[in-house]
């Protein structure tokens, strides 16, 4: 893991025999102390990670006043809340901290939420990884169950079991069982405006019958705080930019 707190930019800087010893030894110490604080922070939020670099950009007022005009972080090998993730790359700007209380040895908190533009890389490992994490195996469930149990024999609903997934260009490719019945479940993935993510005319095939059945298509209102503006689906990987609300 590695932080780095930028100098002021060079537009900005004094003489340096201008500025007393005080001054730029009580800068060192915030800049040391936020950057900490921030990492630790970043590492309260997720299960594990295997790399984090963290940068911020600010001025000395805006360090002593709790202001973080600029961040920037990078992370690999991220697990959070059960789902794997290969990178994560995030950047946000005037971001309010508790810096009064940080000085006395409390952790981090956010002052007001942040909005953060971000980009996201799933490679298929991480996805069968995640398949099992209950977040994702619910959201899975609450997304598909309800168009399987239209084509059931007696209409009910029953519990999916996903034990695989790959990629196509374009789309998702799910596989599974549901009461001992084996299915391939394939649907595309449009954002769309970005605030509702669209599964076009998925498609579920059982396994020993070559008949596809064409599901409805659906789409799932990502909320006010997530707005996905770019997303591609190869063979490898699923890559996602976007920006989201940080609150906690």
Sequence with gaps: ????????????RRDPKAESAPQATRRQWVSR????????WLKAQVESLDELHVEIAARDRQIFGGI???????????????LHLSAVEMHATNIRVNLS????????????????????????????????????AEALDDLFAPALAT???DGTRTALSYSHASLEPGQLCLS??????????KTPLDPGDGRFLSFGAPSLTW??????????????????????????????????????????
Aim: glycine share 6%; hydrophobic share 45%; aromatic share 4%.
């Design 1 to 12: 893991m590695s932080v780095t707190v930028p100098s002021t930019p060079p537009s900005d």
């Design 33 to 40: 102390l936020l950057s900490r604080a921030v990492s630790l």
């Design 68 to 82: 973080l005009p600029w961040i920037s972080l990078k992370a690999s090998g991220v697990v959070y809340r059960g």
């Design 101 to 136: 209380e940080i000085v006395r040895g409390k952790p981090l908190q956010l002052l007001e939420p942040v909005r953060a533009e971000a980009w996201v890389v799933w490679q298929v490992l991480d996805l069968n990884a995640s398949l099992q994490a209950p977040l994702l």
């Design 151 to 153: 084509i059931a024999p």
């Design 176 to 185: 599974g069982s549901r009461d001992g019945d084996r299915f391939t479940l």
């Design 207 to 248: 396994e020993g019958q070559a008949t596809e059945i064409a599901l409805a298509p659906f789409t799932v209102d990502l909320g006010d705080q997530v707005r996905i503006d770019h997303l591609d689906i190869t063979l490898e990987a699923i890559a996602c930019r976007g920006h989201l609300e940080i609150t906690a």
